[in-house]
C-alpha cells in the first residue's frame, strides 16, 4: 500500500516538475521574445536615427527653394536662395504687415487736401504779387515854351518842355531806362531828344518825367520866320506832331510805351502853362 501511494506522489511531483519546466521554458520564450522586440526596437530606433543625420546632411546640401501658392509672393529680398548678402545689411528696408496701423494714419485725407490748398494758396500769391503788369505812360501837356528868334537868318528856335506821368502798378519798383522824342512840321522833323537812365518809380506809385526839345525852323521852313514875326495877326499858333517813346525795365522784363499826339505852339511869344502839385513819388 505504501508502494502504491507513494507512485501517485511521485507521479505528483514530476508532474508539478514537468508544469515547472514547461512555465519556465514558456517565461524563457517569453523573454526571449521580448529581449529580440527590444533589440529589434533599439535597432530601428538607431537606424530612424541614421537615416535623421543622413537626411539633415542631404537637407543642407539640397539648396533653398521658396515655394509660394496662389495667395503669397516670393520674398525680394531673398530672391528665393533663403539668404541676405552681407553687404545688403544696411539697403534692407524693414517688412510692415498690411494690418499695422502706422500705414493707415488718421486724418489722411484732411492733411492731403491741406496740403494742396496751401501750395495752391502760396502759388496763388506769388503769382499775384509777381505777376508783371504794364507800365502806363500819359502825356500831360505842355509846361513850358520859349521862342527865340533869329533875324539875322531868318531862323526860329522854340525849346518846349513836356511832361509824361508813369505809373507803376507792380509790387516792386521799376526802371524808366530811356525816352526819345522827335516833332515833327509838316512831316519834316525839326527836333529830337533822347534821354537816359531816367528814374526808378516805387511800388504803386507815379512819377511825373520832364523832358525838353528844342525845335528849329530854318531853310524851307524860313516862311515860319515871317509868319511867327507879323505883327498884324496876334495868335501864332502852329502845329506839331510828336513822337515819344518809354522804355522800362522789370524784373528782367522790358516794357516800351509809344505816344503820338498833336500839339498847338503859340510861336509869336513865350509861354507857361499852369503847373499842377507833382505827383507822389
Do not use: W
Not at 506522489?9 to 508544469?19: D, I, K, N, Q
Not at 529580440?36 to 535597432?43: F, N, S, T, V
Not at 505777376?131 to 533875324?151: C, L, Y
Not at 522790358?254 to 511869344?269: I, M
Amino acid at each position: 500500500m505504501r508502494g502504491i501511494k507513494s507512485a501517485p506522489g511521485r507521479s505528483g511531483r514530476g508532474a508539478r516538475a514537468v508544469m515547472g519546466s514547461q512555465l519556465s521554458a514558456r517565461a524563457a520564450a517569453g523573454g526571449g521574445r521580448r529581449g529580440k522586440e527590444r533589440l529589434l526596437d533599439a535597432g530601428s530606433s538607431e537606424d530612424l536615427l541614421g537615416d535623421a543625420d543622413d537626411r539633415q546632411e542631404d537637407i543642407a546640401r539640397f539648396p533653398y527653394v521658396e515655394f509660394t501658392g496662389r495667395d503669397s509672393v516670393t520674398c525680394p529680398t531673398c530672391q528665393g536662395t533663403g539668404r541676405i548678402p552681407k553687404g545688403q545689411i544696411n539697403e534692407l528696408v524693414a517688412l510692415i504687415p498690411y494690418s499695422d496701423q502706422r500705414l493707415q494714419p488718421q486724418r489722411t485725407k484732411l492733411y492731403v487736401f491741406l496740403s494742396i490748398f496751401l501750395c495752391l494758396f502760396i502759388s496763388g500769391l506769388v503769382v499775384f504779387f509777381l505777376f508783371p503788369r504794364s507800365v502806363v505812360v500819359n502825356d500831360d501837356g505842355i509846361r513850358v515854351v520859349i521862342v527865340k528868334f533869329d533875324h539875322n537868318n531868318s531862323r526860329v528856335f522854340i525849346d518846349m518842355t513836356s511832361t509824361l506821368n508813369i505809373s507803376n502798378s507792380n509790387f516792386y519798383t521799376v526802371s524808366v531806362d530811356s525816352l526819345a522824342c522827335q516833332v515833327q512840321y509838316m512831316k519834316t522833323v525839326i527836333g529830337t531828344t533822347q534821354l537816359h537812365n531816367i528814374s526808378v518809380i516805387p511800388p504803386l506809385s507815379e512819377k511825373q518825367v520832364n523832358y525838353t526839345v528844342r525845335m528849329e525852323f530854318s531853310g524851307p521852313l524860313a516862311y515860319v520866320y515871317t509868319f511867327c514875326t507879323m505883327p498884324s495877326i496876334k495868335v501864332h499858333n502852329i502845329v506839331v506832331f510828336l513822337q515819344t517813346t518809354v522804355k522800362s525795365s522789370y524784373l528782367g522784363h522790358p516794357s516800351q510805351n509809344s505816344l503820338e499826339a498833336y500839339r498847338y505852339l503859340d510861336c509869336g511869344s513865350n509861354s507857361t502853362a499852369y503847373r499842377r502839385p507833382p505827383l507822389n513819388h
